[in-house]
């Protein structure tokens, strides 16, 4: 027997009312050139490590690790195959902080069986006391699904039943006669985020999802997909909450000295809040805050004057 659909159970909502929350996907352990600063090809785990402690100290919601699992040679150059394992690494971070919670960006479900998916993160829940943020991806390389024996164009129909099925692990002991422990601190249970910015993506926030981690879109379409979200959420799950997402700009506090990247958002805390704060008048309710940095010293920096400085300023209409 299959699982009940994800949407059978009640939303999770994690974000609190009215507050707009940031985060960060953590520097050294993917190194795609989309995404990477040029000084972490030569950093270290430490610096890794560093940069989490600094988000953990100055009140970020979260920090996420990203998800491959082996590149091909052709994608290599640009994507590079530094990617760290999300289950280790965001172990490994949970027992060096305290509070920030940990969040995969995103994890790959289709890769795995979703039993397994649903016990490694349910272990991460127990172990950090109840931190985790499960936020999950079809996938997109096509060369690491036929290296791993998974069909590529079954990867949305793999994920829609791989959050059912997390999604029923986590709400229950047993799935049909099948149990799993230890069982997630959270309750009910831990959320998912759904990654993505497709139609088939944010069809499957609305229909499945507790929360929308988007992955690319420009502020100047953010309305228009938070819009369809919420139009299909009223139509399928009507009342249930949703914690809804975006991925900013660059962002460099103060008057630079050197040449930002094109787009970065700079300039004193009370400039930059308010550029975040047009997010927050979208309903938006969590940012994944990216920095223009030259070391991991320099992240640090603005890592926690941006939690001092700006955060307090952050608003949701």
Same mark, same amino acid.
């Given at each position: ?32 050139? #989309? ?46 195959? $530094? ?9 490994? #971070? ?56 998974? !069909? ?6 793999? #994920? ?29 249970? !831990? ?7 497709? !139609? !088939? ?13 988007? $992955? ?54 009370? $400039? ?14 969590? #940012? $994944? ?29």
């Amino acid at each position: 027997m299959a699982p009940p659909s994800a949407s059978s159970h009640p939303s999770v909502s994690i974000v609190p009312e009215g507050a707009l929350v940031y985060g960060i996907q953590l520097p050294v352990q993917a190194l795609s050139r #989309l995404i990477a600063a040029p000084w972490e090809r030569e950093a270290t785990p430490a610096d890794l490590l560093a940069v989490a402690q600094a988000a953990d100290r100055a009140g970020f919601f979260y920090v996420a690790i990203c998800d491959h699992v082996a590149i091909p040679r052709d994608r290599a150059e640009m994507m590079s195959t $530094q990617w760290f394992n999300p289950v280790a690494t965001l172990g490994w #971070l949970a027992g060096q902080t305290t509070s920030v919670r940990i969040m995969s960006n995103v994890y790959v479900a289709p890769f795995r069986h979703p039993l397994d998916t649903a016990k490694a993160f349910a272990t991460l829940d127990a172990l950090s006391g109840g931190r985790v943020i499960l936020g999950v991806g079809t996938g997109h390389v096509e060369g690491e699904f036929a290296a791993l024996g998974v !069909p590529f164009g079954d990867r949305g129909r793999l #994920l829609d039943a791989a959050i059912d099925t997390i999604v029923a692990a986590w709400s229950a002991e047993y799935v049909d006669d099948l149990g799993q422990r230890p069982r997630p601190v959270q309750q009910p249970r !831990p959320p998912v985020w759904v990654g993505g910015s497709m !139609p !088939p993506a944010l069809r499957r926030v609305a229909d499945r999802g507790d929360g929308w981690i988007p $992955q690319g879109t420009p502020r100047a379409e953010m309305p228009a997909a938070l819009d369809s979200i919420r139009r299909r959420r009223d139509e399928h799950r009507p009342g249930q909450p949703l914690d809804l997402g975006v991925i900013t700009e660059r962002i460099y506090l103060g008057d630079p000295d050197w040449k930002l990247p094109r787009g970065t958002i700079s300039g004193p805390a009370d $400039q930059v809040a308010a550029s975040l704060n047009e997010y927050g008048a979208m309903g938006v309710s969590h #940012l $994944q805050v990216r920095f223009a940095s030259r070391s991991a010293g320099e992240l640090c920096d603005l890592v926690e004057a941006f939690g001092a400085d700006v955060g307090p300023q952050l608003v949701r209409a």
